[in-house]
Nanobody, 115 residues
Framework: QVKLVESGGGLVQAGGSLRLSCAAS????????MGWYRQAPGKQRELVAR???????NYADSVKGRFTISRDNAKITVYLQMNSLKPEDTAVYYC?????????WGQGTQVTVSS
């Protein structure tokens, strides 16, 4: 059974940094992409950053230049380095691994940025 475990969330002041990690366990094959989504209260879940199998990355416009996604293929782990955090970055952050044909989600980790 595949399980994604996230870590690294927490409370930080505006302008600070956090690094999220998501480690996958179990048998995962044919990974198409690894990424991070977030959901703020009262809002829909949105893509934050994604890295596809070839190494290309996508970022939400709101985080470009501040967040960096990376991965360790050997460990099946994806990271999100978040710098210059803003209060509007406050949300539950979810790890996502998309394979053919399955999509896996982590349980979510809370990120709170105080002003």
């Amino acid at each position: 059974q595949v399980k994604l475990v996230e870590s690294g969330g927490g409370l930080v002041q505006a302008g600070g940094s956090l690094r999220l990690s998501c480690a996958a366990s179990g048998s995962i094959f044919s990974i198409a992409s690894m990424g991070w989504y977030r959901q703020a209260p009262g809002k829909q879940r949105e893509l934050v950053a994604r890295i596809i199998s070839g190494g290309m990355t996508n970022y939400a416009d709101s985080v470009k230049g501040r967040f960096t996604i990376s991965r360790d293929n050997a460990k099946i782990t994806v990271y999100l380095q978040m710098n210059s955090l803003k209060p509007e970055d406050t949300a539950v952050y979810y790890c996502n691994i998309a394979t053919i044909p399955y999509v896996y989600w982590g349980q979510g980790t809370q990120v709170t940025v105080s002003s």
